[in-house]
């Protein structure tokens, strides 16, 4: 009986389900850094990072646990054709490393500002460090391997469908926006680097040379990055012009666009300051304005102001995204679909909570996070309160879609599958009174016999 449990629940492990983690960790640095800062605000954000943490944890064991019973039952030759070669499970396998990038950033954080010990503080710098490099490693090998797996070749026939050839059922139900999620953990990891490679903190534990790689290496991921980007960015526009906007259930998914521009945005805005930090700090100006004063001064500002304009072109196109995906939004509002659910078949409308709505939360946290840096970088310069409220609206419809969307979890998912676990629990134990006891009535019938 452990055993089917154990199957079951680990039956319910999906890629898309990291997501989750995505959202609240996310949520947890809007909330931490909120453009109108508040103290209540920090102490919201301690809980939403705890159960960011259970999440990944949770979800970690499950998928170790779902793998292994999955490759003991089948074969791993199964579980990778399922897993990595199937474009409905692997493009999702980006939000475990967003997630896992969310929960660095935050430790991040909290040695830099939160904590007062100064060796515990060290520490946590160390295992940011450490598993920044992991993320990295891990997204290269998303980011390329997967990609290579899907350009390979098909992995699904067209027998018994409506297609005539594979690349018409490829370019009817391949191109779409989850192919971002491969790109956007290197904006993620490149963010990430940006926020503690020149602090105080990093620089008392590494040299110089180490920062320096550290820069060098976040500048490739971005640009490389980046140029991906806007290579699958035009296939999935030419997609709409094609295939149009996709069907109600998959609408949310328009939102995932989101994710890179406002990620990218906020990535480029802290490597350029990054680079500013980096100059001022290991290579002194003289008293005297000579030549070599003059290059100190201007090359980094040349840096700032190139990271600017990419970050604001960046950010424009977010904007325009996101008035497309609410109107596509809108435009579904009279649609149906029937979804078949527990062998009933279900009239779902646009207002009933799915699994896709969770697309709509980590892009919109990194809307906020880009707009807000670019208010926060550049206000005391030139006027930028715009950038500073449209973070705050970005930031408060992340952390509030968040809440929704768990609670839509809990009550849609989770409740309904505990509830069947218990019953099958008490079913076992009453089988087992039963067993009992009739072994008991059979003893006493027997002592009975025998006197």
């Not at 989850?178 to 105080?200: Q, R, Y």
């Not at 990055?225 to 906007?245: D, E, M, P, S």
Request: aromatic content about 16%.
């Amino acid at each position: 009986m452990m055993k089917s449990w154990l199957e079951r629940i680990a039956g319910y492990f999906q890629p898309f389900l990291f997501v989750t983690v995505m959202a609240t960790g996310i949520s947890s640095n809007i909330l931490q850094s909120f453009p109108y800062e508040a103290r209540w605000l920090r102490d919201c954000s301690y809980p939403m990072f705890a159960l960011a943490c259970l999440l990944f944890i949770y979800l970690q064991l499950l998928q170790a646990l779902h793998m292994y019973l999955f490759i003991r039952k089948k074969s791993f030759t199964e579980y990778f054709d399922q897993y990595f070669r199937d474009m409905t499970h692997n493009v999702f396998w980006g939000t475990y490393l967003m997630g896992l990038i969310t929960i660095v950033n935050y430790i991040v954080v909290l040695a830099n500002n939160e904590v007062k010990n100064p060796k515990v503080g060290r520490r946590m710098m160390m295992l940011a460090y450490v598993l920044w490099w992991y993320d990295v490693i891990l997204c290269l090998c998303c980011t390329w391997g997967i990609s290579f797996i899907i350009w390979r070749k098909f992995n699904s026939s067209i027998d018994g469908s409506d297609y005539r050839t594979p690349n018409e059922k490829m370019s009817k139900e391949g191109l779409k926006c989850a192919l971002v999620l491969l790109i956007v953990p290197m904006f993620v990891a490149a963010s990430c680097s940006g926020k503690f490679v020149m602090t105080d903190l990093f620089t008392s534990l590494f040299s110089r040379d180490i920062q320096l790689m550290v820069l060098v290496l976040t500048a490739l991921i971005w640009l490389h990055a980046v140029i991906f980007l806007f290579i699958v960015i035009t296939i999935i526009f030419w997609g709409f012009y094609i295939n149009k906007i996709p069907p109600m259930r998959q609408v949310f998914t328009l939102f995932l666009l989101l994710g890179p521009m406002g990620q990218a945005s906020f990535g480029i805005l802290l490597l350029t300051e990054d680079v500013r930090t980096y100059v001022i700090k290991h290579y002194p100006r003289s008293t005297s304005m000579n030549d070599y004063d003059i290059l100190l001064l201007t090359i980094p500002w040349c840096f700032k102001i190139i990271g600017l304009l990419l970050a604001l072109a960046l950010l424009a196109m977010g904007y325009f995204i996101t008035v497309i995906g609410f109107m596509a939004v809108a435009s579904k509002y009279n649609e149906t679909a029937e979804i078949k659910e527990n062998g009933q078949v279900r009239v779902k409308r646009i207002y009933h909570f799915h699994k896709g709505w969770l697309a709509m939360t980590f892009p919109m946290g990194t809307m906020s996070l880009g707009s807000t840096y670019v208010w926060r970088d550049y206000n005391q310069y030139v006027p930028m309160l715009t950038f500073r409220v449209l973070g705050a609206i970005y930031g408060v419809i992340c952390i509030v879609w968040t809440m929704v969307c768990i609670a839509g979890l809990c009550y849609n998912s989770i409740i309904p599958e505990v509830k069947i676990l218990c019953g099958l629990i008490t079913h076992s134990d009453q089988k087992s009174e039963t067993s009992s006891l009739s072994f008991k009535d059979d003893r006493s019938l027997h002592n009975q016999n025998q006197a």
